[in-house]
């Protein structure tokens, strides 16, 4: 764990010598106020940990979001933890940019829209932002990509690049 390379980090409103934070390797912990450090497991890759919240209303309730693969929550201080079913995809270019928490809900922000899960009814409330074509972004990204990467070539697009890439280093 590098602390200098720290993205996302919390502090338990119930003991503040409890600190979380991920860096570019994981999900740490410290109960000592970040004199030492254990790595928290998940399922799934903990690198990508892009928020992280503990609820205010819940002792050992946390939240955290990992920007392509979704939302987790652990209600025993992270040793275990639960997904959150979404809405939407985030494999599919919808990144969750930032969470919160309040008293009986879980409000996440992506570049496409609010969305708000309340805990009793389990159900998301989707508000969407009017102006954004979600779809028209996505396929635009994906040609992007396609032209960046060769794929737009078929299965032969990354020797071309190669030989193009070659070409110019000679000239």
Do not use: C
Not at 10 to 36: Q, T, V, W
Not at 47 to 58: G, H, L, Q, R, T
Not at 94 to 111: A, P
């Amino acid at each position: 764990f590098s602390p200098q390379k720290i993205r996302a980090m919390a502090s338990d409103p119930f003991n503040s010598r409890h600190i979380i934070a991920s860096d570019l390797k994981g999900l740490f912990a410290s109960k000592d106020n970040g004199e030492i450090w254990n790595e928290l497991k998940l399922f799934v890759p903990a690198k990508n940990v892009n928020n992280i919240a503990f609820s205010p209303f819940e002792k050992d309730m946390i939240i955290i979001s990992l920007k392509k693969a979704g939302v987790y929550i652990s209600d025993d201080g992270g040793e275990v933890w639960d997904e959150i079913s979404l809405p939407f995809s985030p494999a599919d270019g919808e990144d969750i940019e930032h969470i919160s928490i309040s008293k009986n809900s879980i409000g996440l922000k992506t570049r496409f829209g609010l969305y708000t899960y309340n805990q009793e009814t389990e159900k998301w409330n989707t508000q969407t932002f009017k102006d954004i074509n979600k779809k028209e972004i996505l396929n635009l990204e994906e040609l992007v990509y396609s032209i960046h990467t060769g794929r737009i070539f078929g299965s032969y697009g990354v020797y071309i690049y190669d030989i193009l890439s070659f070409g110019l280093i000679i000239l």
